[in-house]
């Protein structure tokens, strides 16, 4: 009995050990990822995603061994593709870039995997830049486009909750998977009642030191 709770006691002693190596200390590092980006609400069933890329910079405070608090600073290119309703264009990709400042909550169920997190948090993003762009393909594979600065459409602030799934390495590689659910509406015109919010899947890695 009493080698085996000297083991068990070992065990747990270790156990903890590394479980608090996921979060004792403060780290900062870059984060690079792909995203599929839709919209959700009004007359959206013939709008594409735009799938394109994040890049950034992620931080990690740690609160205890079990939760700690990711703020990162992000560049995301989004937006959405349809067909165009103007005569002379097939096609048309509303590109919208943002500069994102999400703070996730993460929860570390060390019991489970350590390096495994569940995380959820909200974040605000502030629009840089909003290009209509207009294509049309002719005979003989000859493109015409043409870019209409859309900004004055466009809300200049976008608000979203995000929840997703993390894994990080000892060594500080880290992976996750993330489902941004807009709160505020992207369009912004004064004569035109149409909501639309994005609804957006990341998939990122990167690396703390």
């Known amino acids: 009995m009493i080698k085996k709770l000297f083991f068990v006691t070992v065990f747990m002693g270790l156990f903890s050990h590394v479980s608090n190596a996921q979060v ?11 995203n599929i980006a839709d919209v959700r609400g009004d007359e ?26 990711q703020p990162e600073l992000l560049y995301s290119f989004q937006g959405f593709s349809a067909e165009s309703l103007e005569p002379n264009f097939q096609e048309e990709n509303l590109k919208l870039d943002y500069i994102y400042l999400p703070v996730m909550v993460k929860y570390y169920p060390f019991y489970v ?30 493109t015409e486009t043409s870019d209409v600065d859309y900004e004055d459409f466009i809300s200049s602030v976008d608000v979203a909750i995000n929840i997703g799934l993390g894994y990080q390495f000892e060594m500080g590689a880290f992976f996750q998977a993330r489902y941004n659910i807009g709160v505020t ?4 015109v004064d ?8 609804s957006i899947f990341q998939f990122s890695t990167g690396i703390k030191f």
């Open 24 to 34: 004792e200390d403060f780290e900062i590092g870059i984060k690079l990822g792909l």
């Open 113 to 142: 995997v350590p390096g495994f997190s569940i995380e959820a948090g909200p974040q605000v993003g502030f629009l840089t830049s909003a290009i209509l762009e207009r294509k049309n393909v002719f005979e003989g594979g000859v």
């Open 44 to 69: 959206v069933d013939d709008l594409d995603p735009r799938t394109s890329i994040h890049i950034g910079l992620a931080a990690e405070i740690p609160i205890n061994e079990y939760i700690g608090l």
């Open 191 to 198: 004569d035109l009642e149409i909501s639309r919010q994005f």
């Open 185 to 188: 509406d992207i369009v912004e």
